[in-house]
């Protein structure tokens, strides 16, 4: 697969950092899987994973606390 953006990278699997902000404050999770260009960096994440993102930041934001930080691998 060959990069959107700079349309002659390869996107290979990799793991990034997401930084989400909630209603109630912030949400980094790490070790989130994805697809990254090799030569631009751009960073993808697949559908199936950004709906795991979102169910999980609904479930956080129930709870009263600034900032969230947690591992995607142990939360999923
Ligand atoms: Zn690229």
Redesign the pocket.
């Given at each position: 697969m060959?990069?959107?953006?700079?349309?002659?990278?390869t996107?290979i699997d990799s793991f990034e950092t997401y930084f989400a902000k909630l209603k109630t404050g912030y949400a980094i999770i790490e070790n989130v899987p994805c697809k990254k260009?090799?030569?631009?960096?751009?960073i993808l994440f697949s559908a199936s994973v950004i709906e795991k993102i979102e169910s999980l930041i609904e479930n956080i934001e129930k709870i009263s606390s600034k900032i969230f930080i947690f591992d995607y691998q142990s939360a999923a």
């Amino acid at each position: 697969m060959n990069c959107l953006v700079c349309k002659s990278g390869t996107m290979i699997d990799s793991f990034e950092t997401y930084f989400a902000k909630l209603k109630t404050g912030y949400a980094i999770i790490e070790n989130v899987p994805c697809k990254k260009c090799e030569q631009c960096g751009e960073i993808l994440f697949s559908a199936s994973v950004i709906e795991k993102i979102e169910s999980l930041i609904e479930n956080i934001e129930k709870i009263s606390s600034k900032i969230f930080i947690f591992d995607y691998q142990s939360a999923a």
